[in-house]
C-alpha cells in the first residue's frame, strides 16, 4: 500500500505539467512572504506516483490550516479512481494533524474528485482557460477562433514593435505603477507587487516573460503582459493597456507572441486564469479565443469540526431543490487570490 510521505526534495514528476501552485518555486516564494509549505511524495517502491503541495496559514478560531491547491501531480499511468483514492487518504492524513483542511482540486476525468468525501463545499467550481502549447505554430493558428485570429490580423498589420525580456525585480518596475492604476481605476483587486518580486527574484531569468509592445522601437510602452514560468507550465500573470494599445487590439497581438515564444521554451501548457463568462464576458471571449480549454475545478471544501454535518444536510437540502449555477471567479481573476492561493 503506498502512503504519502513528507519530503524536503523539490521534486518534480518527470513530463508532468505542474500547476503554479503546486511547483517548488510557488513554496519558495511564498515562504519569503512568511507563508510556510510541506511537500508530499508517493512512491511505489521507487516509481514515484505523485506529488502534493500544502499551504499553512492560521485561521481565526479554528489553528492552523492546510490547504491543498490544485494538487496533486500526478503520474500520468495512473487510473482515474486510484487518484480519487489517493487524494482522499492524504486528506485524512492532513486532517489527523490539523483542525482544518481545504482543497481545492483539479478535476479528475473532468469531475470533481471530491464531490463524495464529505467536506464542506465553501467555494462553487471555479473555471479557467487552459491553452496546449504542443501543436505547431501553424495549427495553433488554424485553433484560434475565427474573430481572433481577424484581430490577430489587424494588430499585426499596424507595425508595433513587440520585445521579451525577464521582469526585472524591482519594486518601482513601471508595470507594477501601471497595473496598479488601472486596477483602481476598474475595481479589481490585485496579487500584491510583494509575491510578483519574490518569484521573479528567486525564480531568476527563466522564471518569468515579459511581453512589451511600443509602437516604434525602444519607443514608450502601450502595453504589456507578464507570464510566470514553472516548469513545463506558464501562467498568465499580469496585464496591462493604455488607450494606444487598446486601439491597434495589442494585447492580442502580445498574447500570439507570448505563445510562441513560451512554446519555444518548452512550456506545454499555458493556464490564463479563471474566466466569468456573464460578469466579464469580453475577457472569457478573448481568453478561449486563444484556442483554450475551459476547465471546471473541483468546489473549495473544507473539513474541519462539525463540517461534515453540515455538508451532510447542505447535500439532502440541494438534493430537494434546483441545481445551484457554478459560479466563477470575476474579472480579474488572478488578482482576486491571495498570494497563498486562499480565495478572498
Not at 171 to 191: F, T, V
Not at 256 to 284: C, F, K, N, Q, Y
Not at 323 to 328: D, H, S
Request: aromatic share 6%; net charge positive; proline share 7%.
Amino acid at each position: 500500500m503506498s502512503t504519502w510521505a513528507e519530503t524536503d526534495t523539490e521534486t518534480l514528476l518527470e513530463g508532468a505539467v505542474a500547476p503554479m501552485q503546486q511547483h517548488p518555486l510557488y513554496a519558495r516564494a511564498v515562504g519569503a512572504l512568511g507563508t510556510p509549505t510541506r511537500r508530499f511524495a508517493l512512491y511505489r517502491g521507487d516509481s514515484l506516483l505523485a506529488t502534493a503541495q500544502i499551504i499553512l496559514r492560521p485561521w481565526p478560531l479554528i489553528g492552523r490550516t492546510a490547504y491543498l491547491a490544485r494538487g496533486p501531480v500526478w503520474c500520468s499511468t495512473l487510473p482515474d479512481q486510484r487518484r480519487k483514492q489517493l487524494l482522499s487518504s492524504l486528506l485524512r492524513q492532513l486532517r489527523q494533524e490539523y483542525r482544518a483542511v481545504l482543497a481545492t482540486p483539479d478535476p479528475i476525468g473532468r469531475s470533481d474528485p471530491l464531490s463524495e468525501d464529505g467536506g464542506l463545499a465553501m467555494v462553487s467550481p471555479a473555471t479557467l482557460a487552459v491553452l496546449d502549447l504542443a501543436p505547431e505554430p501553424d495549427q495553433l493558428r488554424a485553433r484560434l477562433k475565427q474573430k481572433w485570429r481577424n484581430r490577430l490580423n489587424r494588430a499585426e498589420a499596424v507595425g508595433l514593435f513587440i520585445s521579451e525580456d525577464e521582469f526585472r525585480n524591482a519594486p518601482d518596475h513601471w508595470l507594477l505603477r501601471q497595473e496598479a492604476i488601472q486596477a483602481r481605476a476598474r475595481r479589481y483587486r490585485r496579487l500584491p507587487d510583494a509575491f510578483t518580486l519574490s518569484w521573479a527574484g528567486l525564480g531568476g531569468a527563466s522564471a518569468t516573460r515579459l511581453f512589451t509592445a511600443s509602437e516604434k522601437k525602444n519607443g514608450p510602452p502601450i502595453a504589456a503582459m507578464l507570464f510566470f514560468r514553472h516548469g513545463a507550465g506558464a501562467s498568465y500573470h499580469i496585464g496591462w493597456s493604455g488607450p494606444d494599445g487598446r486601439a491597434a487590439g495589442a494585447h492580442t497581438l502580445l498574447m500570439w507572441h507570448a505563445m510562441l515564444r513560451l512554446r519555444e521554451m518548452g512550456v506545454r501548457s499555458l493556464d490564463l486564469d479563471l474566466i466569468d463568462t456573464e460578469g466579464a464576458a469580453g475577457l472569457a471571449r478573448f481568453k478561449l479565443g486563444t484556442g483554450a480549454e475551459a476547465v471546471t475545478l473541483g468546489a473549495t471544501r473544507l473539513s474541519a469540526p462539525l463540517t461534515r454535518l453540515f455538508s451532510g444536510r447542505a447535500r439532502a437540502a440541494m438534493s430537494n431543490s434546483p441545481r445551484p449555477r457554478p459560479q466563477m471567479a470575476g474579472p480579474k481573476a488572478n488578482a482576486r487570490r491571495r498570494c497563498d492561493g486562499h480565495p478572498t
